[in-house]
């Protein structure tokens, strides 16, 4: 039914439920105009670069297709080769460590460095195969020869090119350039490496020996509360190591 204005009618007023659902209406037929165009946008620029697209597509598949077969056909093989070629190197290695002649140990040793029966020593794994995991790993090997043959740098550049993450080899490493400093008779550089080894995994070998190399080392350079640091953390947190049976001297000596 029509509503006409008579004379001092007033124009009604909408409530402000039907104000609400107007501007809800009119928000909801913008967004979908808005979506709309923005569609209509898309599916311009897609047909208009759809060769560049479909191009870039092809080109992400063909490098994908390429890492897999490199993964499967020169990457896995050459990792394989590396290790295998290892295994005789790593014999000599560990016949050296458990040898009581020294002639003997070194002798090992240098057949473990440079090879010997035909086979790849510790040297050409790590030129020959360097990227492969046996090839990081002769880093360490090599370091370790180095630094039981005296040459301490040597034991300090290979040492640092060797990346390991593990429990046990890694820390050790770290451990072993600052025993390489030491000798070099720089201890502050030994120090900041006994500290790396220390934190580097918590276990209840390394890590003592570790901060117990760093306490007594910063005791001899005078800073004594550096060592009671690494002393207490001994006694607090690996009471059951080697390290920490005579610990509370160590402490008392750092007071």
């Given at each position: 039914m029509a509503t006409y204005k008579k004379k001092g009618y007033k124009k009604e007023k909408k409530s402000g439920d039907d104000l609400s659902y107007l501007t809800k209406e009119s928000t909801t037929a913008e967004v979908f105009t808005s979506l709309d165009e923005g569609a209509s946008k898309l599916e311009k620029f897609l047909e208009k670069n759809q060769k560049w697209i479909f191009a870039g597509l092809a080109a992400v598949i063909v490098l994908v297709a390429g890492y897999m077969w490199y993964d499967q056909n020169v990457k896995m093989p050459h990792?394989?080769?590396a290790i295998n070629n290892m295994s005789k190197a790593q014999?000599?290695?560990d016949k050296a460590l458990n040898e009581t002649d020294e002639k003997l140990m070194?002798?090992?040793?240098?057949k473990a460095l440079e090879g010997a029966d035909g086979k790849y020593g510790f040297l050409q794994i790590n030129e020959k195969f360097s990227g492969t995991k046996a090839g990081n790993l002769s880093n360490y090997y090599i370091g370790v020869i180095y630094y039981k043959n005296g040459d301490y740098k040597k034991a300090v550049e290979y040492l640092s090119e060797f990346k390991g993450d593990d429990d046990i080899i890694a820390p050790t490493a770290k451990g072993l350039i600052g025993d390489a400093f030491v000798e070099l008779e720089q201890p502050e550089d030994a120090l900041q490496y006994y500290e790396k080894a220390a934190?580097?995994?918590?276990n209840e070998f390394t890590a003592p020996l570790y901060y117990f190399k760093a306490g007594k080392l910063a005791l001899d350079l005078g800073n004594k509360a550096k060592a009671k640091k690494y002393f207490e953390t001994i006694k607090e947190k690996y009471p059951k190591s080697k390290e920490a049976k005579d610990i509370d001297i160590f402490i008392t000596q750092a007071e």
């Open positions: 990792e394989k080769e014999e000599y290695f070194a002798e090992d040793f240098q934190r580097m995994s918590d």
